[in-house]
């Protein structure tokens, strides 16, 4: 399965599956297709204020120089309450709403593909939650909350990868047939 067949089987043909299997290409292309889209929004939304952002970077160190030194959430203060910040606050959360339902759709298919139970994307679920609940209500008061917030969702991120990685099981399974099987030409 390559770049293309992996992004059409999330988005169009799997878009809401959640039986079946996937194998380790279609889930690890449509997380590379996610991370690519993050950026290609931003990009957009920074291309768009090209024109602001000179402003933006010169009020940005003004205030950062006349601000207290001690003050660690300056940058995310700023970034929060900027209008260039709110537009790449709302580009991010566009595509992570676009995309939540076939990012744990493929992440339900793809622990299947190991032979586990569709609970075991129930911690991913979460952090995809926790991260749509911060996008959408970012709070200053709350920063420490979110750093550690963002710790646990950076170790299961990384328990997830690391379990992406192993191949599924061979042969059918509980969930269904193997999505790398070959099907034989019958002509």
């Known amino acids: 399965m390559n770049f293309v067949e992996a992004v059409n089987s999330s988005l169009i043909k799997n878009y809401a599956t959640f039986k079946g299997r996937a194998c380790r290409a279609e889930w690890w292309y449509f997380f590379l297709f996610s991370v690519i889209a993050s950026i290609l929004a931003i990009l957009i939304v920074l291309i768009a204020n090209s024109s602001i952002l000179p402003v933006f970077l010169e009020q ?29 606050i709302m580009a991010e959360l566009v595509v992570s709403l676009a995309l939540f339902l076939p990012a744990f759709a493929v992440t339900v298919r793809r622990v299947q593909d190991l032979d586990a139970s569709y609970y075991w994307a129930l911690p991913y679920l979460i952090i995809m939650l926790i991260n749509l609940w911060y996008s959408i209500f970012p709070q200053e008061t709350l920063a420490e909350l979110a750093a550690r917030l963002g710790g646990l969702i950076f170790l299961v991120t990384i328990v997830y990868l690391l379990a992406f990685v192993r191949r599924g099981s061979f042969d059918n399974n509980r969930f269904g047939p193997d999505p790398l099987e070959v099907e034989e030409d019958t002509y």
């Open 60 to 88: 940005y160190m003004d205030l950062m120089e006349a601000d207290d030194k001690n003050n660690t959430n300056f940058a995310a203060r700023y970034m929060i309450e900027s209008e260039l910040g709110k537009q790449l």
